[in-house]
């Protein structure tokens, strides 16, 4: 009884830690658009000012660590809500009355979430190891390392400034090793530190996961310079959180079998809450296409 309190307790932790990194991160998109923009007057020196901001995202790191990424990458939605306040005040890119819908419902589905969250499960760093080495994610790992080459190295300079979805896509797939690696990370560093036989081979799993993360965290700071640059910070992190969410939960489920946690009911309840994220993420996305207005448009009189 006292270990599970303990777990819902720094669950508890997580999710308030991911609701605060989530409005920094909502507001950090805005800051790096401006920075962008800043630069093409003042010098490439000010395009590095959202890559610092960025780097408050080390708010989700630490939740990972105490709560299931189940729940705490949809809780990204309300960086998306935010960041697109911020965008039509500091921007001034419209926001409609589809855009202000689509912040409603991701409010309400994270809202949810948090409810049906499924319980934080301890996990060992020798569990971890065996995790790491199943058939399933390893695969599943060659394929993301596979695409991200493809992507990378052929699409991206192609296409990447007249496509959204590929710059999206890296970023996205990069997902996949940025937050295992971020909670993996977090279960190593007592083994990797302490004294003993197992702390030669904890050191070695710390270091080869932080260089992961280091990696992707690169990687993806500089297509999201390189998306900012050519599209709108709205539809860019509104298309970016579906896809990043996705590819998260799936690794995530892959690798910590966090969703067997949760009962049919918890599960089809977080189903629903992430499709209603999804769709006002989508409503976010449109908006900036779609023009709708409560007032009747007046005719003109000859």
């Known amino acids: ?154 699409v991206a300079p192609a296409h990447g400034t007249s496509n959204i979805m590929v710059y999206v896509a890296i970023c996205s797939l990069l997902g996949s090793f940025t937050v295992p690696s971020s909670k993996g990370l977090g279960l190593a560093v007592p083994d990797a530190f302490g004294e003993g036989p197992s702390s030669s081979r904890a050191r070695a799993l710390f270091l080869g996961l932080l260089g992961t993360l280091a990696v992707s965290i690169l990687t993806q700071f500089f297509f999201i310079n390189k998306a900012l640059e050519c599209f709108s910070s709205n539809i860019f992190e509104a298309i970016y959180y579906v896809t990043f969410t996705s590819t998260v939960i799936l690794a995530s489920g892959l690798l910590f079998k966090e969703w067997t946690a949760l009962t049919i009911t918890d599960s089809l309840a977080i189903l629903c809450a992430l499709t209603t994220v999804c769709v006002g993420v989508v409503l976010l996305h449109i908006s900036q296409e779609a023009l709708i207005t409560w007032k009747k448009k007046e005719e003109k009189s000859d």
């Open 1 to 154: 009884f006292v270990m599970k309190s303990q777990l819902i307790s720094s669950q508890n932790l997580g999710i308030t830690i991911a609701i605060i990194s989530s409005f920094i991160n909502g507001s950090t998109f805005v800051l790096q658009k401006k920075g962008i923009l800043r630069s093409r007057h003042r010098g490439k020196a000010q395009k590095q000012l959202g890559v610092l901001f960025r780097k408050l995202y080390v708010g989700n790191f630490l939740a990972y660590n105490v709560a299931p990424a189940v729940v705490v990458t949809p809780l990204g939605a309300l960086g998306v809500l935010f960041g697109a306040v911020l965008a039509s005040w500091i921007l001034k890119e419209h926001l409609s009355i589809l855009g202000k819908l689509g912040c409603v419902l991701c409010c309400c589905g994270s809202v949810v979430l948090i409810i049906h969250a499924p319980t934080a499960e301890a996990t060992s760093r020798l569990e971890l190891e065996e995790r790491l080495l199943d058939p399933v994610f390893v695969t599943y790992a060659l394929v993301v390392v596979l695409l991200l080459v493809i992507l990378i190295v052929w």
